[in-house]
């Protein structure tokens, strides 16, 4: 069975117009989207482009997964910016401030998830300036790696 962002919406309780205002990340582009412009079935004028592109997705715990970034702080001209996550929900536990790669326009950081829950994450750049989604931050649901039936 294939996991689509309508089931995980409605395994959430989302409706369909308020998953991009209210989760964030998770109305983030599927899987090479970025690249083809594909939209694996879903309307691409339901995606609010905040400049954040997280892949893959679902992030699974224990796998690799790139937050891409080319928002506010890199519109601006930043020199660098830096991935500021950790885990909740509730108060976030293992937090990291990771330095982003230049690729291009956009700026990226890739690294293992290491815990279950909620991957939470926003950005700042090396002067000092944040870009945390207007005090929402952004994340994920951090998957198992299970499929569900």
């Known amino acids: 069975m294939r ?23 998770l109305g983030a582009r599927p899987e090479g989207a970025w690249e083809t412009g594909a939209t694996d079935g879903v309307d691409p004028q339901a995606f609010v482009d905040d ?12 796998e690799r997964v790139t937050v891409a970034y080319d928002g506010l702080l890199a ?4 020199g660098r910016v830096y991935l500021h996550y950790g885990y909740g929900p509730g108060p976030w536990s293992v937090i990291s401030d990771v330095p ?9 950081a890739t690294f293992e998830v290491a815990h279950d829950g909620l991957l939470e994450f926003c950005f700042r750049d090396d002067a000092g300036n944040w870009d945390n989604n207007n005090g929402r931050n952004w994340s994920c649901i951090i998957h198992d790696g299970q499929r569900t039936p």
């Open 3 to 25: 996991l689509t962002w309508e089931k995980i919406r409605r395994s959430l309780g989302i409706p369909d117009g308020d998953a991009d205002m209210e989760t964030g990340a």
């Open 51 to 62: 400049g954040v592109h997280v892949t893959p997705m679902p992030v699974t715990g224990g």
């Open 75 to 78: 519109r601006q001209g930043a």
């Open 100 to 108: 982003m790669e230049k690729v291009g326009d956009r700026f990226e």
